[in-house]
């Protein structure tokens, strides 16, 4: 149920955004897994440009008004082997791409694209759950059952481990120079506050898998930011303690594992940050297995290593007939062409049609 505190579930279905600033490209499905480093969604950014000479492909002569042959637009994505230009009178040709990349206009007579993408933006989902709700073009709400706190602030990291706490929390509940231990490592420590710059700077040497304050002031706040895990601070920047709702919450789940996901201010929205401590549960994954998949789909790759990048069919392998590149046989697959240079095995419920 949720309390009167709007930021406190203890028990019930958690649901959370997880969206970008802007709009990207979304990486899940409704009804798919997902674990903490499930990449939801991502904007992108192009470092290298090369340009197609569409005048020699197609035989043209020159002054010819290349828009007229183009199959494509400004702004589209081209992938490997799709067709970005033809002629149809009595010298029939097709110009393919031959490398994946961004169509950005025409310039001297060629087609410009631009490649070699990296994050801009990334949208992580912080925590094991399901894609209950797919927000176009900006990324998804996914949903747990279990415990849920919305923190004031984050220092920009995800984390996570099971929860304990300092052995005084019930009289002073100061984090302070007695606090560090090797118990720590790995574990989401809760406090209600750390007055001292220096002992807060020396925790990262115990491995954490994260902090919690009620409270913590504006000058440490510098401190936990250069961090390199996540810290959460719940109630109040400055002076004072955790809540009792917050606290009560807490230590019903001791040694039960927490998963922080905090972040910094991104565009517009402020920073925040929340605790999610799933039920000990599984999840009944709603599979998307293509059945009209053939060589020539255009495919999205939907996790892994190549997840989110786009590609060509370039055969259908039955079970049995593949490794993936080791000696354990996987079901029915896809061979992908990505661009000119990369091709990769995935099975063909990790691909979605176009």
Request: aromatic share 6%; hydrophobic share 40%; glycine share 12%.
């Amino acid at each position: 149920m949720q309390t009167m505190s709007s930021k406190i579930i203890t028990g019930g279905t958690v649901r959370v955004s997880r969206q970008l600033t802007r709009n990207g490209s979304v990486m899940v499905y409704p009804g798919q897994i997902t674990d903490p480093m499930t990449r939801i969604a991502r904007r992108k950014i192009f470092r290298k440009h090369f340009t197609v000479n569409p005048t020699e492909a197609l035989e043209l002569d020159a002054g010819a008004k290349l828009r007229d042959y183009l199959l494509i637009n400004e702004g589209d994505f081209v992938s490997v082997n799709e067709n970005i230009a033809q002629r149809n009178d009595r010298k029939s040709r097709i110009l393919t791409a031959k490398r994946s990349g961004r169509f950005l206009g025409i310039s001297a007579g060629t087609l410009v694209f631009e490649s070699d993408d990296e994050d801009l933006e990334s949208v992580l989902a912080g925590f094991p759950g399901k894609v209950a709700e797919v927000v176009p073009n900006r990324g998804a709400f996914l949903e747990t059952e279990g415990a849920y706190i919305r923190g004031i602030w984050g220092n920009g990291h995800i984390g996570q481990g099971i929860i304990l706490t300092l052995d005084d929390i019930e009289h002073d509940g100061v984090f302070t120079a007695a606090s560090l231990s090797m118990a720590m490592s790995g574990a989401v420590i809760y406090a209600h506050t750390c007055y001292d710059a220096d002992v807060l700077s020396s925790v990262a040497k115990q491995s954490p898998g994260g902090l919690i304050f009620g409270a913590l002031p504006a000058d440490l706040l510098p401190v936990a930011a250069s961090l390199p895990f996540p810290v959460v601070v719940t109630d109040t920047i400055g002076n004072g303690r955790i809540g009792s709702p917050i606290y009560s919450l807490l230590g019903e789940n001791i040694i039960k594992c927490a998963y922080l996901y905090s972040e910094g201010p991104r565009g517009n929205l402020p920073g925040g940050s929340e605790i999610i401590i799933p039920q000990d549960m599984g999840f009944s994954a709603q599979m998307r297995i293509p059945t009209d998949i053939e060589v020539g789909s255009r495919v999205r790759i939907l996790d892994g290593y190549y997840n989110g990048e786009i590609g060509y069919v370039t055969e259908v392998l039955a079970p049995g007939n593949n490794t993936n590149g080791n000696t354990e046989q996987i079901g029915e697959c896809v061979r992908i062409c990505i661009d000119e240079n990369t091709e990769t095995v995935l099975p063909l419920n990790n691909v979605e049609l176009l």
